[in-house]
Each structure stands twice: as structure tokens, then as C-alpha cells.
């Protein structure tokens, strides 16, 4: 069903990238050992079952056009219970779109205890179907799992339950290399009981929606625009910021408001008294400069500090620009002195956001302390974001035939 | 319903206790006036529907001795909708406990946009019926709704609605002044649309759980022991430590576990380089100590970080104790260093926590470091802790009578 056989390349690069070790004042935590996945805990694909929603339960499609984000859904969800008292995980279902049935107390309406994933479907100009490197959705899920009290499980049976969900709603995946299907895996504490602690019942479901772009369509030549505030702050050593958590983003709304309240589209997150850039929005955040040596520079902050999702996309990016070898590529702090300074001597080129939602996404201006910067990214006649976006692209799209990152759903 | 007249005189303290202002680098974040309370726009105690449970849907009620916390619920439910498309808040409805029917991408399962708030009633020695200051808790609920992108409305209201509430089923709050009625109201977003943005649509409801003790119950003159690493954060400066947030707690689970895997009961939160203390577990922190001029001192940390939580129990400690005029009462900062130095020299007296749930609770010994350090909290004749926990159960169960902070449903 799913060429899974592949993803065991890509592994170890991105187990590096995980940052597990939570680091301050250079103590590490350690996440347990014996936490780590049981195979014999996990549900198993062979164990799926699958009821098809009647021809009156079908819901129409929509115009490709009309898509936006996250607005419609297809015809079927995929569902797992997890409940410690009957053994752990129950057997996965496929079954018709449906509502959740939740009691009021559930942990997750209260505590936040859930996490989730994004991944994509793309309908290739072959006419296939591929999903973009899931295995790593899977790791970084069982990494949120450990840091929120959730059940984990073993990455491949859910790769191959979801390609089966795709499968079924296979008609949902645009025809279009403008859209793609977003897959959204999503596990929720539901045990209920009030009281702080951790999960004894879970539920993990997987939903899908045909998607155009994330961002709302500006004019053409202009990057999006981010408000960049040093009074708010996304993450914090000791806290989850690496981990793709509820947590992380309901503290982000009212500050995404203030920015569209200001005009601009998104926020760009500083750390720490030098305003160290962290993310932009929801995405990772690169920065492309002429360096002190004379050299262009690909730089994106690094993992280290835990102040950071560990993005596929941001993995992306970086092992693509290593591999070209046409310019240095550096995973290091960026602070808003050297943005300031490098702008002021022509020597930032670009800065763009990556992330699954949004793929790589140019920044035009950024407004820092009462200023308004303008970033040249999309000056350029030939600008590194979109030979990464074309080349992602054309591996998402199949266009670069058998990617090894590119996974055919059969 | 309600003697309403009597909150009044207590708002204006407890609004300065409020922290809307975020602090960091001196800047501050106004909560934008324009998003105050707008009266014409809360929903209305007028516009009640009751739907009363038939008798086979009435729950048996358990024993007094095996209440636990939040473990039972009674047979009714206050739920109140918004949504902007239809000009706001809906009318409340009471009906029969039920769960709740929610689509699978409603904000809340993906981006924790959930506030809850946390209050009791007590059946007095008199028979009646009281709630404990839930302005309050409506003040604080407004705040942290303003903070989520939820909308806000009259507390008042509420407070008549969750009134009603309490009275049909008045038989749940137990006969015993060991025990009470948990009310629990909680705001959730439940738009059906992926990315994040602030809610269109959210679900106000109130579930009532009879309680016992929150921590069960070890040996009798033992106090709680706390695991304080200073690896973990449970909130910064620009973040959202001071509202009643599901983001706030989620993250502390895994570190929750790590404490009673050492054999430790609760999380002893520290801030910063100096490790300052911000809250125990889920309560407010406290300590007892004679001071460098020999008086003695009892001190929690302050609200002017936005660290920490504004509780209701911590306000009404700090107006008691500074009423009795017995001791001095401080917010200030204290760190781990102070602790150890003050207990070497035999002047750390006590360590308590504060919330609703627990009310107080005395500490007994801190993991630190590898350090086991005992704090004599218990080993007093007169504790401080004994003495408040003993006027506020008195208020709260109507020993002490017509208090202003206990309100009678009528």
C-alpha cells in the first residue's frame, strides 16, 4: 500500500533534528526510556475496519477555487481509542464523517491535553497520489505524545490506516498543482475526570481537507507581512515550544489579532533580550544574506534551544541546500540587531517562512518597534525561496519521479 | 437569587490584582478598550430554558467517602453558545447532563482555545447554600476569554445562571463541611475550520462535581512534598501564566509525572536564573518565616510578573491576614536560595499553597536539586496555615455569618 521501505533513509538525519533533550542551564531532560514505543502496544493496520458512508451521506465537492484552508472536510474520518483500562489501544475505524462525542469533563476541553499533525496529499502530474515524507509527522507525534501524557504507537500502522483514509476518499485530492489534500491527524486526552494528570483514555483521529492556499491572496508581488513584538513571547526553555502541541497556539491568537489589526498577516516570535527570531506565524523562519566574508548564507535558527518546532519542511530546506551546495547554510541564532544591520548595508536578500500549511512562504516587510522594514525577498530575478518551493514542488507533484521523500499512495 | 448587591465591594480590589497589563522590558500590553464588556452584547439570566432531567435519567449519588475530586457529576448542565453569525451569545439552556457533539475540527481540539474557571458551593451548618466570591471568578474568566480570543460577557449574568444551576440540583452539594460542590465553568472554541485565528463560534457550559479532598490522603501529619527542577518552566514573561488557560496546564503533566514517579506529590514551579518560586502544582505558594528584623512574614510572590496566577483564595489570604494585623504580609519575589538560607538558620516557619480546589495546603518537604529539604510547616502549635484554612471554612460554610465574600442561592 504505501512504499514504506524508503522512509528508513531519512530516519537518523531527522532523529537529530528532535530535540527530546529539553536543555536549560545546561541540565538535559532525558524523555524515559521506558516511554519509548512498545510494538506490542500499538494498533496495528491489519486491524482496521472500515464502514463506507452511504451515497446519501456524500458530500459534495467543492470548487477549487473556494478552497482557502481548512473549510471543508471529506466524506470519512478515521478513528482510535486508546483506553488504558481495556488494554490500551483499541482497533482503528474508518467510518463516515462524523461529529465527536465527547463528556464535558474531558481533559482536552480543559487542560489542553492534545496534539496534532499536518501532512499533506498531492495529486501528481502522473496522475498519483503521494504524501511528503510522513514518517517524520509520525516521529515528531510520538515525540508530542511523550510530552503530554498520551498514548504513542508505532508511526508505520498510522502512515498506512491514513494512506488507507486517502484511499478511500482518494476523489477529495484536487486535481490541481496549486492544491493538495491536508491530512490532519490530531490525538486528544478524553479521560473524564478533573484533576491535572495524565491520560487514560485518548482518542487519535485523522481528518482531511482539500486546501488552496493558507494565506489569504495579497498582490502578487508582494511577500506577506509580520508584526514582530518584543512584549510577547512564544516559547520558553523549559516549555514545549518543540513540541506540536494545542499549547503552543492559543496563546498566539490575540497576538495574530493584533497584527491583522495593524495590517500585517502574521507574527514573527523573538526570544530573549536580543530579540532572537524563533518562528514567523506557523512556520519555521529562514533568512538568506550576503555574509561578512562575502558569501550568500542560507541561515535558520537552530533547534537546540527548544524554542523551536522541528519543521519538515525546515528538514526540507536544509538538506536540499546542502545537497546544491551553491551557498553556505548555517543553522544559527539570527537576532533583529543583525536583520537591522544587514538591511542597512544591502546585504539581506531574502527572508521566508516555511511550514506544511504554507509551504515557503516570502516576507516583504516587518514591523519591529514602531519601524517598518522592507525586506527585498521578491526583488530578486532569481531568489533561492522559489528554486526551493519549484523543487519541493516537483517532488511533492511528481514531476521529480521517485523522490524517496515523495511516497506513493498505491 | 443571588444578594449581588454585596460583590460590588469587593471589584475594585481584586481588579488591581488583575495583570492585563503583559509586562516585559518595560513595555506594556493594553487589553484593547474597545474589546471591554459590552452589556447589550452578554447573554441574560432572563432568557434561562429549563429543561429538567425525567426521573430515569437522575444519577444515584455517591458516598461523601468516596468523592475524590471530579470524579462525579451531577444530572444537569448550563450551556450558553456563540456565535458571531448569529449576532453573539444564544439564549442559556439548562438541560438534562449530556455530552457535548462537536465537529472534529473545532479549534479547541487542535489550538487549546479553552479557559475554565474553578469554584464551590458549600452547604453551610445553617443549611444554606453559599458560593464563595464568584465575581471573582467571572472577572478572572473575562480576562483570560480576552486573552483566547473568546468573547467576554456579563458576569453577573452568569453567575445567576450557574445559580440556577446549583439549586436544581441542590441535592448533589454533600451534607458534610469536608466536602462540596465543584462548579466548574469552562469556554471552549468550537469553529469547524482549521488555522488560527480567534473563534466565531464558542461553547460557555457549567458542569458540577461533588468534591472531597483534592490530593488523596496520605499520613495525617505529613504536608504535600513538591519536586522544584529548575529544568522545567510553567510560565514567562509575554506568555499567559496569569489567565485560566488549558494551555497552562497541559505542558505540566509530563513534569507532574516526573514528580510522583520520585514519589513526590505535587510540582514546586521555579522561575529564572535564581529560581523563583511561582506557584506549587495548581496553587498559589506561600511562605511563613521570621525575617531579618525578627518580625514575622508571610509572603507569595507577586502579580506584576504575569507569571503567575491571580487566585481567588491567595486575594482573599492577602485581605485576611492583612486585616488580622498579626504579622506583616508581602508580595514579593523569593528564590530557592532565600529557602535554603532561611531554613539553615531555623527562620522558615511554613510553605503552603492556595486554590480553590485544595484551599490550602501545607508543604512538607521540597525536592531540590537533588536535595531533600523538610520544611517544619507542620511541627507548630498555632500554624498560620490552620488559622486561615479554619476562617475560611468557616466563612465558606456560614460558622461566620453573613460574610460578605459567602453568597447565599436563595
Redesign the interface.
Known amino acids: 500500500m504505501v512504499q514504506l521501505r524508503r522512509q528508513i533513509l531519512t530516519y537518523g538525519n531527522f532523529l537529530n533534528q528532535f530535540q527530546l533533550n ?1 536543555k ?2 545546561s ?3 532525558q524523555i524515559k526510556d521506558k516511554k519509548v514505543i512498545q510494538p506490542e502496544r500499538s494498533f496495528r493496520y491489519t486491524d482496521l475496519s472500515v464502514r463506507l458512508a452511504g451515497p446519501e451521506q456524500l458530500q459534495p465537492k467543492p470548487d477549487v477555487s473556494d478552497l482557502a ?3 471543508y ?1 471529506t466524506d470519512h ?1 478515521l478513528k482510535i481509542f486508546y483506553h488504558e483500562t481495556l488494554g490500551g489501544w483499541q482497533r482503528p475505524e474508518i467510518t463516515p ?1 462524523e ?7 474531558s481533559k ?7 496534539l ?1 499533525e499536518g501532512l499533506k496529499a498531492y495529486r501528481g502530474v502522473d496522475g498519483k497520489i503521494r504524501i511528503f515524507r510522513p514518517e517524520l509527522n509520525m516521529e515528531r507525534m510520538n515525540s508530542s505524545a ?4 498520551l498514548p504513542v504507537f508505532i508511526g508505520e500502522e498510522l502512515i498506512k490506516c491514513l494512506c488507507r483514509l486517502i484511499s478511500i476518499d482518494q476523489e477529495w485530492v484536487p486535481h490541481s498543482t496549486a492544491s493538495s489534500l ?1 491530512i ?1 491527524p ?1 490525538m ?1 486526552g478524553i479521560d473524564p ?6 491520560s487514560e483514555s485518548a482518542l487519535l ?1 485523522v ?1 482531511l ?1 482539500p486546501v488552496g492556499s ?1 494565506f489569504k491572496k495579497t498582490k502578487k508581488d508582494i511577500g506577506i507581512s509580520l508584526l514582530a513584538d ?4 512564544r516559547a ?5 515550544g518543540n513540541y506540536k ?10 497576538v ?2 493584533e497584527a491583522i489589526e495593524k495590517g500585517l498577516q502574521q507574527v514573527l516570535w523573538l526570544y530573549g ?1 536580543d530579540n532572537e527570531l524563533t518562528e514567523a ?2 512556520m519555521n523562519v529562514f533568512i538568506f544574506i550576503l555574509n561578512d566574508d562575502g558569501e550568500k548564507e542560507l541561515i535558520t535558527p537552530p533547534l537546540t534551544s527548544g524554542l523551536i518546532l522541528p519543521g519538515i519542511i525546515r528538514n526540507s530546506i536544509l538538506a536540499l541546500s546542502k545537497k546544491w551546495n551553491q551557498f553556505k547554510v548555517s543553522e544559527r541564532k539570527i537576532c533583529m540587531d543583525e536583520v537591522c544591520q544587514l538591511l542597512s548595508e544591502n546585504r539581506l536578500l531574502e527572508i521566508f517562512g516555511s511550514g506544511t500549511a504554507c509551504i515557503i512562504s516570502p516576507v516583504s516587510y516587518i514591523d519591529f518597534v514602531g519601524q517598518l522594514l522592507y525586506i527585498p525577498t521578491m526583488e530578486h530575478s532569481n531568489p533561492i525561496y522559489k528554486m526551493l518551493l519549484k523543487h519541493l514542488s516537483d517532488i511533492q507533484y511528481g514531476v521529480i519521479q521517485d523522490h524517496p521523500w515523495a511516497i506513493p499512495i498505491e
Open positions: 529539553i536549560r542551564n541540565s538535559s531532560l484552508f481548512g473549510k472536510f474520518i464523517f461529529n465527536l462525542v465527547l463528556h464535558p469533563a482536552v476541553f480543559h487542560y489542553a491535553i492534545e496534532f511523550m510530552r503530554t501524557g491536508y490532519r490530531t486528544i475526570i478533573l484533576g491535572v494528570t495524565s483521529y481528518i481537507s493558507y518584543p512584549r510577547y513571547t520558553w526553555p523549559g516549555g514545549c502541541v494545542g499549547s503552543n497556539y492559543g496563546p498566539t491568537v490575540y495574530q489579532k533580550d506565524g506557523t
